[in-house]
């Protein structure tokens, strides 16, 4: 059945992986990026690639989150909505962006501040029907109510250092769960690898925080191949012991431990990690493999510009550029 129903399914989408995946940027584009000496010349450098329309009159920090966020924006409606793709992979890519602005209404009401500042534009649903319950998917509502419910204190109020890894627990969760509904064992096997890195990212950011292990354990979910019962095992050691034992994990091949335990660079190596992972799926001639292997890329790809270009805007030394990512270019 499955030789039968990958190419109807996925014929379509994968031919056009096929020539989009030749536009993605080369390791010396990147080298080329970090190697400019400012912005202005990073942005010559993109203008003869697909992000050179995008950026060309961007001048602002803002300007550059705008831009890439269209880019994204089109290739979701270019390429995912269009491609005949199974609801479940959809969603299953769409995902990043609703649950950020669930994080994002829980963190208004926490601090007050308003949640449009802190929204991700390319959710479908908008921040406001977390601010007030209504419109909202079932699925997401019932989001709404696990985050609420795991980030909240005994007096019933939101704790704001509980927001994050709760909202990434139900987050993960999800995954797992749209993965089993596209009846693939291959996106099953990517979202247990995302849950993985997002144990790994939970049981460092307690550690760090000092939070009992009663506390910590309740962000853990399953799907991975790290067990629940392995993180708390760490627990018994000093965080920087765990991160070099996490770094021995297969998964971190040539990552450092110290790589680990700096947050601002985490999230840019687990982009880079999903990238080896669906290193492989770029081979397989017909089927979700290909298609999920090139929107994961081109989701890195955007990480990894936001960085390199917010920070040669910001005047950031390039070899602190390019020690932020190593991991990736």
Do not use: C
Request: negative net charge.
């Amino acid at each position: 059945m499955r030789v039968i129903s990958d190419p109807i399914r996925y014929g379509f989408a994968t031919g056009r992986v096929r020539v989009l995946e030749t536009r993605l940027l080369s390791r010396s584009a990147f080298e080329r990026l970090l190697d400019a000496p400012d912005f202005q010349a990073q942005k010559r450098v993109l203008s003869d690639t697909p992000y050179g329309g995008y950026i060309e009159n961007v001048t602002t920090a803002d300007g550059v989150e705008h831009a890439l966020d269209e880019a994204m924006a089109d290739m979701y409606a270019d390429f995912l909505e269009r491609a005949n793709l199974p609801e479940s992979l959809i969603e299953f890519f769409r995902a990043q962006h609703e649950y950020a602005n669930l994080r994002a209404a829980l963190k208004s009401e926490t601090l007050g501040i308003p949640a449009q500042g802190l929204a991700d534009p390319l959710a479908l649903t908008p921040v406001e029907a977390f601010e007030t319950g209504g419109g909202l998917s079932a699925e997401m509502a019932k989001a709404l109510t696990a985050a609420r419910k795991m980030a909240s204190t005994n007096r019933e109020t939101l704790d704001p250092d509980s927001i994050d890894p709760a909202v990434d627990t139900v987050y993960y969760a999800r995954l797992g769960e749209l993965a089993d509904e596209s009846d693939s064992k291959f996106l099953r096997g990517l979202a247990g690898s995302m849950a993985d890195l997002g144990n790994v990212k939970a049981f460092l950011r307690a550690r760090q925080k000092e939070l009992p292990v009663a506390v910590a354990e309740r962000y853990f979910v399953s799907g991975g191949s790290m067990k629940r019962e392995w993180f708390i095992s760490l627990y018994r050691i000093p965080v920087a012991d765990a991160a070099v034992e996490i770094a021995r994990q297969r998964m971190f091949s040539g990552v450092g431990s110290d790589t680990l335990l700096d947050p601002s660079r985490f999230d840019i190596v687990a982009e880079k990690i999903l990238a080896r992972v669906l290193r492989e799926a770029r081979m397989v001639a017909i089927g979700p493999e290909p298609v999920v292997a090139y929107a994961m890329a081109r989701r890195g790809e955007s990480s990894a510009l936001r960085a390199l270009l917010i920070g040669k805007m910001a005047g950031a030394d390039t070899d602190v550029l390019r020690e932020r990512l190593r991991d990736v270019v």
